[in-house]
């Protein structure tokens, strides 16, 4: 068999099988269980890794399922027939994002979760998630893409509220699946009403024959209306600090990167199936959004008190400079490409920073909250006398989160604002007020719970967690003395997939 | 090394340096200080508002007090919208839907 | 004959979930809310492959010149049905360990998250 061509399907399947075999390993043996975890991530990531090489190297990967090449995605007579999978370069970029944080995930979850409190179940419903994860971002397929939306969400939603002997989980869970469902099933009538026009589900062919009538402006609005809700925008974002806070360190990381691929559907959506019909109205729209998204958050973060929530509310305003920038990038693309790229390409620079950054900060809390036991504000102190490494590495997340040079968040921040400062003066200047409060809010945190005199005696972090944050540590700092390295090697490609990689996206599946 | 950011560009490694430059010119200005302080006074205890108790923790709540008053009117208005109530979290949803129904149908 | 009818009674049980979802306080109910919009959206993609006059979609017990029903609909409704399952199972769980903590599935009080 050759592997390299079956890399981008296998890279779902083997997630989705290991997952449901895991508990089987358990039931014989939790050494197995973990053994049998480690082949699945090291398998996952090393195949999303050649599908992201032969990405970048010869172009977009395209399957068709059931068929033998290709090609027979089509038929003769030039109608889509067979579910199909396009890998592009930003899908490919999805798929590292996941893979980096699902790996580290499974790392920081091997001594993070107790065994007696559904580390089996929860390290099935990760595994699940990544192969939703890895399924939205690789499919080019209208339903699977709403297929893969729900498999996200059923493993998000356990994965928030399998605590059930605490009440917090639970409501948080429930919450947050009421909003998933409805969002996904907007995106279902979004689809159908599709359906209904063209009669085709297949992403690029629906692309080539979308006319903009009234049916595929309201299915437009359906899918936008979904997707965001998914991505968290404000006001949209309700559900997005009560997941954060109630879920375990490990799963929260996952849930994060679940939002950017939410954001990377979004984004397929306006520029590769609506690309044809751009309308500064929509790019003004997403601007609009991200930016309440970024103040509102920022802002709602000043005034938390435990620490969950309040990285939470950090975490929910990144997805608004995500959004600012390609919003930007939506809106002036038209007019000036060369302002509109680098909007684009902060945009998606920082979801590879944010993931980082955020994910850092989650770690960090969900080590302090196993070792001093609790995470309100008011209580914590002093931990950075014990916790030497879990005190820099938050600080580390902090000020990479809050766009300090010569950290990773500076480099992207700096060109979304630099574009949003072409688009509006009035932008950029929220923009950098947001990165203000927000450096003030993560100081405050970090002063609150690390300094000062020493509270109470934290158990000591174990090791595999502090590996899992180191390497994610690292990460920040690689991203920030290099920028320029991952920019034009994994950034540019993936924003000229979103802007100039129309046609070749849909020549690739089309084959015309 | 140097990344284009559209207007201008950004390097890592010139920042470092100028970091570095300003870092020796702060040791500068320091080296330059006084040298006759006496020590073990009150003058080398932290200053924590007065307190003069050894060991006290300023909590997260109570940093940056002041800014965190002067932005609560705007906050506290912004908290009253996140109820936690479930149907409010949909009715969000569909006010933004109205929103963009009107942008993609109307605006457009 | 009956022309667009179908859709338009799709929508209105679109919009009878959504008004459960935004008006009753109940959990229950609000799940009942999205099962609603659910089988809207169901009835809505069966609608759009319906062929007048059409049969089942099986080839080999279709006569010569059959007009047949769209088989590619239905096949996303069965997953869409499928999924709805696996949703609606996860959240009533929810709702029962959500009761079993609090006694009781007023939405009001089950505002522990909030701020």
Redesign the interface.
Known sequence: MNLAAHAPILAIVVPLLGAFALPLWAKLHKLLRDLWLVLVAAGTAALTVLVAVQVYTAGIQVYTLGAAWPRDAVAPGGFPIRIVLAVDALSAFMGLIAALVAVVGFVYAWRYLAEDEGKTLALTLGTLLWAGMLGMAFTGDL?NL??FF?VT??AA??LI?YR?WS??G??????T??????????V??AI?LL??EY?A?NLAHLARLIQGT?VD??A???L??GL??KAGAV??H??A??AY??APAQAVILLVANTQISLYALFRVLFTLYGGLA?P??G??VVA?GTLTLL?AA??A??Q?D?GRLVAFGAVSQIGYMLLGVGVGLTVIAARP??GL??IQ?GIFHMLNDAVAIGLLFLAVGAVEKAAGNRN??????LGHDLKWTAGFFLLGSLALAGI??LNG??SK??IY??S??LSPILSALAILASILLL?VF???F???FL??K?SRPEPVPVPMLVAMGVLALGILAL?????LV?RYLVMPAADALWKGRDLYLRAVLGR | MTLLTGHGFWNPLLWLAAAAGVTVLALVVWARGRRDYTRGTDGELPFLSGEKMEGAHVGGGHLYWGFVEGLRPYVERLRLFHTGLVNDYVGWLVVILAVVFLIVLVGG | MIGNTPFAVCMVLVLLGLWALLFRRNLIKIVIGIKLIENGVNLYLVATGYVRGGIVPIYTYAPPDATMVLPTPQALTLTSIVIGLATTALMLAFVVVIHRHKKTLDGCKVTELSG
């Open positions: 339903f709403f297929v729900e969400s059923i939603c356990g509220g059930t009440s917090r639970p409501e948080a869970a429930f919450k699946m009421v909003m998933y469902t409805v969002g996904g099933l907007f279902l009538l159908a359906y209904g009669g589900l009234t402006r309201i437009l609005g359906l936008l209306g965001l809700m006001p949209l309700m559900w600090p009560d806070g109630e309308d109205a929509i003004w729209l959004l509102v802002l709602m000043v005034v008190m620490l060369a302002y680098v909007a902060g504000l008011g209580n914590l102190g002093g040079p010569p500076f480099a700096l060109m630099q574009s400062f072409l003030a100081v405050k945190a002063q609150g719970a000062g005199p509270l920030g003395l290099f920028p320029n920019v």
